[in-house]
């Protein structure tokens, strides 16, 4: 397995395996699939930025995808970032995630960045679990923040100092 800066090349394969996710899931709290354009902007606009994209490879597969951005606009933000790691069901429980939180870490590290957030799903047992083994802690729910699904879902918010 393989993790690289991701590319504009990468965005079918990355809408190939998140949109399930959205559509079908509670791990995001979107429920509007990406096209291959939106995941090559996204893409994109990490890169200019100055913040990271990464993949996961196996082979010529991709298993997962992660990146950052700043928390909140404006400079008094500039040194929080919130991160979105996906990994696709044949690359779980691979240690994919971890290899990608390192790269998302690592990266922002350099860039001077101070601390990292997480918006978990509360539904989402797996990834608040993750997380915690990662080294964040939880700093609140945000009760009924997000509907899916024609529910109310919350909000888990967890952060680590980098």
Known sequence: ????????????????FWNPMIRETLVTFN??????????????????????FFVAQDHETLLGFASYGQFRAGPG??????????????????????????AVESHARRAGAHSMLAGVSAENAAGIAFHEVAGYRTLSVILQVGRKFDRWLDLVLMQKFL
């Not at 699939?33 to 990271?52: T, Y």
């Open 1 to 16: 397995m393989n993790i690289r800066d991701a590319t504009a090349a990468d965005a079918g394969a990355i809408a190939g």
């Open 31 to 52: 429920s509007t699939p990406k096209s291959s354009g939106d995941v090559g902007a996204l893409i994109q606009e990490r890169q200019m930025a100055g913040h990271g």
């Open 77 to 102: 933000y500039a040194y929080t970032m919130e991160h979105t790691i996906i990994v696709a069901p044949e690359g779980q429980g691979r240690g994919i995630g971890r290899a990608l939180m390192n």
